[in-house]
């Protein structure tokens, strides 16, 4: 009896521990699935935006292909008229290409002396009230959705525009590239001044210690060294320009127009997307499937720019 | 004699200063007229908006359809749509941008696949918006048969605003000092545990900044829905998700037709008449305060959490 109840007593313990090591072990057991398991959802959301880019080259590739089984390829390259709506039809990406160019170039011949002096103000310049007021404003105007800029460029601008030019037309490729450039203006002034503030101190104050002021080190110190950093501003702003659609929808009229004259109404390959799709064209058509051979179009440049301005700014942040 | 030259020297100096030091002066007046020119065209249009606009503003003009006549026209299937559109866009956007940041920041191993993903991420947030519309017109609206509806338009923008969210949650998550995770680590919390109860609610304020401003892009974003062709005369409302029966809720609004207040902004101001232009400042008045708004209110949350945040 009493042996049986020493034999119980020293067995408790064991029992216990080994209860509680096999325990632990599947409680370790099940903690490390579940780890795993969150990690591979995690893992999954991170890699679906891979998904989204292979998306986007699939769907654009697939119905382009379409599209040129039945226009070759050196006539879209080489056709100057643009009618794929018309019985004659003509692929001609050119001419949209033309109204791209056009607007894009209006819009940085504003947004790139404009938001290259700003950023130099407020990084070199400006005092701390008048920056920590202008940053949240210039976000907000970054903020605007794009349609309103539009409907700016159409009703507020373009008239203002024809009181100086009296015979400029409602819709011009002039009214929506500027408009498109005070657009561009916000990003290209933060990203220059994200590039200049990198800048290291040590360098402005070397500068003034050899008695330059405040200009000539802005001029010849800041800028040269956040060279790489604003020159992926300009690009990035090339590539938002030329992918801006609602603006240029709007103000800067839909017909193709095979011109490099900004006083004059063109269609750009985002308009031209825009007023295809508010028509309505059947799936499958050749109609259809030119808007996706000028997003391919759109895409393959922006993506040109995109990498480019990448590998620039990647430079400036790993020079200090 | 020699002394006659020095002082001839430093005026010489001395003009030389001043002329330099005027530069000075003057890029500074530069730089200054340049950002209120910019501050100024900013007000141009909210005030060209609001005297155009504000006329047309009133309880009606929320809770109207749109019209042939202009004065009876409202913009009650543009906020609606919008709304239904936005509850799809962030149901889909806030998990997986969160999901997507916290794995590349608290789990990525350093490897190639981590490094596609980061320039894969850094080009999305470059494609144009119109090239999503594409893709969604291609892939949701045929090739997935989701038809114009709320859900092709809300998964659409779900994806445009997805790099928005990683990189503010990348940036949120990135401002933790590690001592934190150490912490966590030598009380013997599991990585998920340390992720869920300490990175991800210190970061949340950071993360919301971000959603705020995905969604505030994602609801003045016209291009990629009209690709998908959404619709500009709408005159009809997407079925109620809530319902009086059980089960309470359906989710027949998602396969619906729908249009959003961008697009009948946008529709409007492409009409000749002036009456119809004034119900597009008046529409356009409503989505600027609902975007400034919302920016400014993330603006706000950033600045406020630079002050009080002290590790």
Redesign the interface.
Known sequence: MASTLEAQIKAVPTVLTEGRESGRLAFKFS?NI??RI??G???L??????L??F??VY??V??SWQFFKAVPITAFLTDTQWTPLFADAHYGILVLLCGTLVTSFVALLVAVP?GT??A???SE??SFR?REF?K??????A??????????A???VSPILQFFFPNLPGFSMLSAGLVMG?MI??YISSLSEDAMRAVPMALREGSYAMGA????T?LKVVTPAAFSGIAAAYI?GV??A?????VV??AAGMQPNFTLNPMEPAATI?SY??QV??G?LP?GSIGYQT??AA?LT??LI??A???L??ILRRKYKESY | MATAELNRDLSAIRRLIAKAKRYDLAFSAVGFLFLAFGILVFTALLVDMAVSGAGRLSLDFFANFPSRRAEGAGILSAWVGSVMVMLVTAAFAIPFGVAAGVYLEEYARKNWFTDVIEINISNLAGVPSIVYGLLALGLFVYQFGFGQSVLSAGLTLALLILPIIIVATRESIRSIPQIIREGSYALGATKWQTTSHHILPYSLPGILTGVIIGLSRAIGETAPIITIGALTFIAFLPPSPITSSPPYFNFEWLASGFTVMPIQMFNWTSRPEEAFQANAAAAGLVLIVMTLSMNAFAIYLRYRLRKNIKW
């Open positions: 903690r579940k780890e969150i990690e959802l995690l893992f959301a991170a890699a679906s935006s891979v989204t880019t998306g986007i769907i654009l697939s119905e404009m002096i700003i130099l103000y407020l310049f400006a008048v202008a949240p404003v210039l976000e907000l105007l903020g605007v959705p794009t349609v309103i800029y539009g409907f700016f159409l009703l507020f005070i203006v916000p002021t405040r200009f000539q802005a990035l590539s938002r030329v992918g801006e659609t609602m929808a709007i985002t997307i825009v799709a508010l309505d799936h808007i996706f997003g759109l895409f922006t993506l720019f995109n990498i301005g990448y």
